[in-house]
């Protein structure tokens, strides 16, 4: 099966740039997904790595090595509504499965 | 907005009740939904995948007497949990996707909060 960890909780200060790894072991063929969740609310899709290398869409931007099997996400220029849970997420491209990590939640001090 | 809306989002039942909720692909048909799980301050579980006009897949250790999906429409998917008890108390989340071939995300309803006495 797969697994995927992540550290659990991750604080930063507001402005400031965070990463969340995500380390996983995994079989198939598959991508790698990160997902913004709020309290009480539905996850939020940010990025997607099919391919090894960077992704960047705004202020968020992911990274992927299937070799490492390891992935991060980075976050930019943080803003207090930042503040959330973030998922790496295994992206089955099989049958388009999701499995998530355990999620990370990241609190931004101002 | 929304284009994956679920319903009820938020139940609250007697024990033995059985409750239904509804996923609906707003403004594209869904050849595939999923059913997630999740617990407070955990991750979400996928539960099973359900296709359009055939049998759900449910994952392993997911009773699929206990937790009833039906996808009827490349619209509607329902989830029923059947004789619910305080232990179903959980976050339920479905999402819904258009295969292409190529990735495209998933897009997951507002989730259902349900709350068994």
């Given at each position: 099966g797969q697994s995927l960890e992540q550290p659990s909780e991750v604080t930063a200060v507001e402005g400031a740039i965070v990463q969340i790894n995500c380390t996983y072991q995994t079989s198939g063929f598959y991508g790698l997904s990160w997902y913004q969740q709020h309290d009480g609310g539905a996850p939020t899709f940010l990025s997607y790595n099919g391919l090894d290398g960077l992704e960047e869409t705004g202020r968020f931007s992911s990274f992927l090595s299937r070799s490492d099997s390891y992935g991060y996400l980075l976050l930019q220029e943080l803003q207090m509504k930042d503040s959330a849970s973030y998922f790496c997420a295994w992206v089955s491209l099989e049958d388009d499965k999701i499995i998530f990590g355990k999620g990370t939640r990241l609190h931004i001090l101002p | 907005g929304a284009v994956v809306s679920q319903h009820p989002s938020w139940v609250i039942c007697k024990?033995?009740?059985?409750?239904?909720?509804?996923?609906?692909?707003?403004?594209?048909?869904?050849?595939?939904?999923?059913?997630?799980?999740?617990?407070?301050?955990?991750?979400?579980?996928?539960?099973?995948?359900?296709n359009e006009g055939s049998k759900a897949t449910y994952e392993q250790g997911v009773e699929k007497d206990k937790f009833l999906i039906n996808h009827a429409s490349l619209t509607l998917s329902t989830l029923t949990v059947t004789s619910a008890h305080p232990e179903d108390s959980s976050f339920y989340i479905c999402s819904a996707e258009y295969r292409q071939g190529v990735f495209q995300p998933q897009h997951f309803g507002d989730g259902t909060r349900l709350s068994i006495l």
């Open positions: - | 024990s033995g009740t059985s409750v239904k909720i509804e996923c609906r692909s707003l403004d594209f048909q869904a050849t595939t939904m999923f059913w997630y799980r999740q617990f407070p301050k955990q991750s979400l579980m996928l539960m099973a995948t359900s």
